[in-house]
């Protein structure tokens, strides 16, 4: 199909011009009012916000989550003053006063744009090209929406604007290289080409010919050229990439590359560095406003007449919403597969229909939770599972379902290729957009390369599933690049995220249902090797595991030490605590899956746990850093593994039974518990 626009906008050419210049005066005054911020760009960029807002974009400012609304995505974000202008100016609930707070404590107008923070903000941007590739997230969720429930209530653009720094940064390459090869149709990128970055001009560092590199990935790019003041010329070079084959096989994600001039009209500081990144001090923004014709005596001037102008968006806004409305009431779709996909979670009972494993067989937690996904997958409609190159590897691979490509865009498997960063942010993207539950995996190793995405889905708090699989130095003959040491203490230390590592395939379905039925991202780290199904786990992972630790088997008098695992390693600690028992030592055993979950249990639980003056002993095929904060001592790996199979490296470097009875002996002679 192909994507019809309508006619140009007709506007008053004074009102026009006096709108963009109030703009560029507030991109001044309110990073001058808070001695930071960058000015350059939102006043490069005010006429093309101009057109986007008030001639392109679908949006109601009363109802800012309205799941058909158009997405917008400002990544770089640096120039988030000239979003806060144009969401106040359309009607957002976002004041003048809101503004004069730029960049303070409290204010709904931080220095980069936040979501969940200021009502029309789609996500988070800030670190360079991540917003970029969080507009391909949300295409990718738009157009898999409208192919799985139809157009009559999914059918919209996402919207990307983009400078140098986005595209030097590596993650721009993933995302757009994997654009172009689903075809993603109802993507329009802009590329802010003012050629200053902090340094200086770009030639310092930087000539590529970004025409022919994304024309090389497959998407259709068009040189706008000097462009940026022309906004009938932007509108019409708009409408005329909107109107290209939306899906199919000629679909192309579109990119419109302007050369604007950073700082415009400033008489000395258009097309300079510093008017990037610094105020432009009291005289310089006087001079400015008198070129634009703006009272050079007033700071944050919005006469009534712009303030009217712009706020004709909130009925046009609200129009279109309430068509959607009127489509979606008479919609004859799935509602309530409708509901569970944009709550991110599953159908009424879903959880019903996970696996359980008996004792007496072993299996690998990255096996068991390709099980549980299978199981489930029926009653979690908004499922979309993918890996970076490693589906089959992962536990991803989910049976019977089609692969997402231009050829088959509802399909639910995702190959995202071997590109751990763009798949990370995608994946934040879609489920930003909502709509989607995103699992994607790859080796835990290689969370290293997707780790500022994962940051930002922390932060967030966006609905995503890692399943991080080879999980420790029991990958074996792969040798020390591919093994896990510190990735487990690195990412505990992220706020929002919840690591888990579980114990086995009972534990791993109860982490498969906490993952999905969380509010934010969880990390699932799972075994290569096999593992035993634990006899314990049978009738207390489904308890224990949301506790975050718990304890798995108890001694029959008061404890004298306590056997404290993960992973693979609780195995170990069961046995030990069973040979200790025979020699008339009481030990109790806990398998600590997730340590995010048990620090939100009360006091008494996790004394209930950890008994005060009782030692403790940890084990775990990774860093010991940390374990400090529950154990008396450790055993671990503070330092990187070898080459050779997985179960000789692990005996090798002490992860055996006998080691843990060997240290749990000592401990309770040094007597200091």
């Known amino acids: 199909m192909t994507l019809k626009t309508s006619p140009p906008v007709v506007q008053d050419p004074r009102l026009v011009e006096l709108g963009i210049n109030v703009i560029r005066g507030l991109a001044m005054d309110a990073p001058e009012q808070a001695d930071s911020g960058h000015s350059g760009t939102a006043m490069a960029l005010a006429p093309l916000a101009h057109v986007l807002w008030t001639r392109i974009m679908r949006y109601d400012p009363r109802h800012p989550e309205w799941p058909d609304r158009d997405r917008f995505v400002l990544s770089n974000g640096h120039a988030s003053i000239l979003q806060y202008a144009m969401l106040h100016l359309t009607g957002y609930d976002l004041s003048l006063e809101d503004l004069h707070q730029f960049r303070q404590w409290g204010s709904r107008t931080p220095g980069h744009p936040e979501y969940h923070h200021t009502a029309g903000i789609e996500v988070t941007t800030g670190p360079l090209g991540q917003g970029f590739a969080n507009a391909v997230g949300m295409a990718i969720a738009e157009r898999w929406l409208r192919t799985t429930f139809g157009r009559e209530v999914c059918d919209h653009q996402t919207y990307v604007v983009a400078g140098d720094g986005c595209f030097m940064e590596g993650i721009s390459h993933e995302a757009a290289s994997l654009a172009g090869h689903l075809g993603l149709g109802r993507l329009l990128a802009v590329y802010d080409d003012n050629h200053i970055t902090i340094d200086g001009p770009t030639e310092l560092a930087y000539d590529d010919d970004v025409v022919r590199r994304f024309e090389a990935y497959g998407w259709r790019v068009r040189n706008l050229g000097e462009m940026a003041n022309d906004v009938d010329g932007l509108e019409a070079a708009i409408r005329e990439a909107l109107d290209q084959p939306a899906d199919g096989p000629d679909a192309q994600p579109n990119l419109l590359v302007l050369r604007s001039h950073i700082g415009w009209p400033s008489p000395h500081l258009t097309d300079t560095a510093d008017a990037h990144g610094t105020p432009f001090g009291e005289e310089e923004i006087r001079a400015t406003k008198e070129i634009l014709g703006l009272p050079s005596d007033e700071t944050f001037w919005v006469p009534d007449e712009v303030h009217d102008f712009y706020g004709h968006q909130v009925a046009r806004g609200a129009e279109e919403r309430e068509a959607w409305a009127e489509r979606f009431a008479a919609w004859q779709g799935d509602r309530a597969a409708w509901d569970a996909a944009q709550s991110g979670h599953g159908l009424p009972g879903w959880s019903d229909d996970l696996p359980r494993f008996g004792p007496g067989t072993e299996l690998a937690t990255r096996r068991a939770v390709n099980q549980c996904i299978d199981a489930t997958v029926s009653r979690l409609p908004g499922l979309l599972a993918g890996s970076a190159d490693l589906t089959g590897n992962n536990g991803v691979k989910v049976k019977g379902a089609h692969i997402q490509s231009r050829e088959s865009p509802g399909g639910t498997q995702i190959h995202y290729g071997i590109r751990e960063h763009g798949m990370g942010s995608v994946m934040n993207g879609m489920a930003q957009h909502r709509g989607v539950l995103p699992v994607g995996g790859t080796f835990f190793v290689f969370s290293d390369y997707m780790r500022p995405a994962v940051r930002l889905a922390a932060l967030t708090g966006s609905h995503v599933i890692y399943s991080w699989?080879?999980?420790?130095?029991?990958?074996?003959?792969?040798?020390?690049?591919?093994?896990?040491?510190?990735?487990?203490?690195?990412?505990?230390a992220m706020p929002g995220l919840s690591l888990v590592r579980p114990a086995d395939a009972n534990e791993t379905a109860q982490a498969w249902r906490l993952a999905v039925e969380a509010d934010g991202p969880v990390g699932l780290v799972l075994t290569r090797q096999n593992v035993p199904v634990l006899a314990e786990t049978a009738d207390r992972a489904e308890e224990g595991v949301q506790r975050g630790a718990y304890v798995l088997?108890?001694?029959?008098?008061?404890?004298?030490?306590?056997?404290?695992?993960?992973?693979?390693?609780?195995?170990?600690?069961?046995?030990?605590?069973?040979?200790?028992?025979?020699?008339?030592?009481?030990?109790?055993?806990?398998?600590?899956?997730?340590?995010d979950w048990f620090e939100r249990q009360a006091d008494d639980y996790r004394a209930g746990v950890f008994p005060p003056g009782v030692p403790v002993l940890s084990m775990e095929a990774g860093s010991t850093f940390g374990w400090d904060r529950y154990a008396d001592d450790a055993i671990g790996l503070d330092h990187f593994g070898a080459s050779a199979p997985g179960a000789v490296v692990m005996e090798k470097f002490g992860f055996t039974a006998e080691h843990v009875v060997e240290r749990a002996r000592a401990l309770l002679a040094r007597g200091d518990g």
Do not use: K, M, N, Y
């Open 469 to 492: 699989t080879h999980d420790s130095i029991g990958l074996g003959e792969d040798g020390p690049t591919h093994q896990p040491v510190e990735q487990l203490a690195s990412l505990r």
């Open 553 to 595: 088997a108890d001694s029959d008098g008061p404890p004298q030490i306590v056997l404290v695992g993960t992973g693979s390693e609780v195995q170990h600690c069961l046995a030990a605590a069973a040979t200790l028992g025979g020699s008339g030592v009481a030990a109790r055993v806990v398998s600590f899956p997730c340590w």
